[in-house]
């Protein structure tokens, strides 16, 4: 029996799951004594048992199992779908008495107590904390920089860190991946900005086990690899760096979270997935078609000082 019920977007991918870490985190601190359940279609329980503001996953694989999901102790229903019809109609079988979806001009519109607009061009992760704003005011930033420190609280007393932090993978495919040697001559260039004794850090997956290999093999002192490491280890990394660097996949979104100043290279403009704040700027190619790699080092380089040059101090 749950309290709260987020329904959480019925996609695999890790990055579309850490977009809803800071919602959950704001749902808990509001109700810290109201028991949480995360309700997903696909297998991606092993992201949220880990979450110390989580008390319940269910894994959803029938329409029964997402009307059971509702009981009558349940007071909060938050639904981060943002088109289907399904949740409007789960919600009214057994309607909570708070309910939060998006507004998408659909018949289900009509069900939610509490509603914000779906807006293509809105970051998916400041979309959800806005859905929640809409039942008591919040500031977007300052819950998403404080859910992933929560997260980081493990290994707070932990003294690896680095100036600069690089997100080299891109689960999807090769077109979202901006090759090692872009990064290398980023890395080489960064050190005349940020001084001579600059330390990087890659962050790296198992599906970036050659990156790993070149790596390891240039043996350069000022080149740490965090590899396969846990979400916990990977935030509080990235809430110490000056400055990251990031394609399009799962980790970055800890880094857009955590506000720290943010460079996105990104194979065509995808706003769904880039958090416009102070702070962040996005890479394209120039041409729509050109792929990702033709972005040259020296447009990253141009974009980390903008971004470096726009940060304000972030909070404790």
Same mark, same amino acid.
């Given at each position: 029996?749950?309290?709260?019920? =987020?329904?959480? @977007? ?42 110390? /503001? ?41 309607? !909570? ?6 507004? *998408? ?31 008591? #005011? ?19 007393? *932990?003294? $690896? ?6 997100? !080299? ?15 290398? $001559? ?19 997956? @198992?599906?970036?086990?050659?990156? $790993? ?16 490491? !846990? ?8 809430? @110490?760096? @000056? ?17 720290? !100043? ?7 403009? *995808?706003?769904? /997935? ?9 890479? =394209? #190619?120039?041409? #729509? ?28």
């Amino acid at each position: 029996m749950s309290d709260i019920v =987020v329904y959480v @977007r019925s996609q695999p991918q890790l990055g579309d799951q850490i977009v809803a870490f800071a919602t959950l985190y704001q749902l808990k601190a509001w109700w810290p004594e109201r028991r949480l359940k995360v309700v997903a279609r696909d297998d991606v329980g092993h992201i949220y048992r880990g979450l110390p /503001w989580v008390d319940e996953f269910l894994r959803a694989r029938s329409l029964l199992d997402y009307a059971r999901s509702l009981t009558g102790r349940t007071q909060v229903s938050v639904n981060l779908h943002h088109s289907s019809e399904r949740f409007g109609l789960i919600n009214l079988l057994r309607p !909570p008495a708070i309910r939060m979806g998006f507004r *998408n001009a659909r018949i289900s519109d009509l069900v939610w107590t509490h509603c914000h607009r779906k807006d293509e061009s809105e970051y998916i992760g400041l979309a959800n904390l806005r859905l929640l704003a809409t039942y008591r #005011p919040l500031d977007a930033e300052h819950v998403a920089r404080r859910c992933f420190a929560e997260l980081a609280r493990p290994h707070r007393h *932990n003294p $690896r860190g680095s100036d600069v932090v690089f997100l !080299p993978g891109g689960g999807s495919g090769p077109f979202k991946r901006w090759s090692l040697a872009h990064y290398l $001559r980023l890395a080489d260039s960064l050190k005349t900005l940020l001084g001579a004794d600059t330390r990087y850090t890659f962050v790296l997956g @198992r599906q970036e086990a050659r990156e $790993r290999a070149e790596l390891d093999a240039l043996r350069r002192g000022d080149i740490d690899v965090a590899y396969c490491r !846990p979400l916990s280890e990977l935030s509080a990394l990235m809430l @110490r760096a @000056r400055l990251v660097v990031a394609n399009d996949c799962g980790p970055s979104h800890v880094a857009q979270a955590v506000g720290v !100043p943010y460079v996105g290279v990104f194979n065509q403009p *995808n706003p769904e /997935w880039f958090w416009r704040r102070r702070g962040a700027v996005e890479v =394209v #190619p120039r041409e #729509p078609r050109a792929g990702i790699n033709a972005i040259r080092p020296e447009q990253v380089l141009h974009a980390c000082t903008r971004a470096l040059s726009r940060t304000r101090p972030m909070p404790a």
